[in-house]
């Protein structure tokens, strides 16, 4: 299952939830911390294999 990593806005922190693709999607996300809903989805980095040059 993939790894979502989202910035609250309201208290400046990062956290990680692990989502599966539709609920990701869906579902309103709030930060743990302080409930706020002002999230970001952050790029999650080590799920991303970029192999354009071989
Ligand atoms: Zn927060």
């Known amino acids: ?7 609250c806005e309201a208290c ?3 956290f990680a939830l692990f989502l ?3 609920d990701a999607e869906k579902k309103k996300i709030a ?7 002002k999230v970001k989805r952050q790029i999650s980095t080590f799920q991303t294999v ?3 040059k071989s």
């Open 1 to 7: 299952m993939p790894t979502y990593e989202y910035y």
């Open 12 to 14: 400046k922190k990062s």
């Open 20 to 22: 599966s693709l539709s």
């Open 31 to 37: 930060c743990p911390d302080c409930k706020s809903r």
């Open 50 to 52: 970029t192999s354009k």
